[in-house]
């Protein structure tokens, strides 16, 4: 059985990542513990893991808010990926790593199966094999340096809300370049899997930046 802290961290990741506690919301320990019907200890505890896997911050004295970016943010953010990403696939493409490649295979596989991503349990698992596929290949690469890295750049919250802002035309496409940058690595060819990955990344920038504006828009209105 999950213990208290298990569950609320279980049900508060859940609604940050489905929007019941929106970018910037204030989250106070005693009014959580009150929606929980927890004490205020799991809910520390659980505050405290979402804080170090990037879901919100937690400022001394003041209390936990939810995990948001500028469009300066996501414009480096990405920025970075792509350069990142793109050196990455082309070093992938030298080793073509045959483990490698059926560990992005199988990520392909699990995501596509979840498609169209209607929902929120769907786009976790897409969000889930993503990350599963970028690793692998990352890892592939050999580029210790530029792993590092990455891993501090593809934030999972941020990579799954990023989800949430395509449709279902949009996820395939995504997908559909995953299963293009294994075939350019499968082939050795480093221009190729750069090329593709650098596409990959900006279209991802495009639908973020994208949906902020038209949040920002809303809220305007």
């Not at 993503?130 to 891993?151: P, T």
């Not at 293009?180 to 690595?185: C, Q, R, T, V």
Request: aromatic letters at 6%; charged letters at 25%; a neutral charge.
């Amino acid at each position: 059985m999950a213990t208290a802290s298990e569950q609320a961290y279980l049900a508060l990741r859940r609604r940050l990542a489905d929007g019941t506690y929106p970018p910037g919301s204030h989250l106070r320990e005693e009014e959580l513990a009150a929606q929980l019907g927890v004490s205020r200890t799991p809910v520390r505890e659980a505050l405290r893991r979402l804080d170090a896997e990037g879901w919100l911050r937690v400022v001394p004295n003041q209390g936990a808010f939810a995990a948001e970016w500028s469009r300066q943010d996501a414009e480096e953010i990405f920025t970075l990926r792509a350069l990142l990403e793109a050196h990455a696939a082309e070093h992938a493409a030298t080793v073509a790593d045959q483990s490698a490649l059926a560990a992005m295979r199988a990520a392909c596989d699990a995501a596509e199966a979840a498609l169209p991503g209607g929902d929120l349990d769907a786009l976790e698992t897409i969000s889930a094999a993503n990350v599963r596929f970028h690793r692998a290949l990352w890892e592939m690469s050999g580029q210790a340096r530029c792993r590092a890295i990455l891993d501090g750049l593809a934030v999972a919250p941020m990579v799954l809300r990023n989800f949430r802002n395509f449709d279902a035309a949009g996820l395939r496409r995504s997908l559909d370049q995953h299963r293009e940058m294994i075939a350019a690595i499968a082939a050795r060819d480093p221009a190729w899997a750069g090329a593709v990955m650098r596409a990959h990344v900006q279209a991802g920038k495009a639908a973020f930046l994208a949906a902020g504006s038209a949040q920002a828009g809303r809220r305007a209105a």
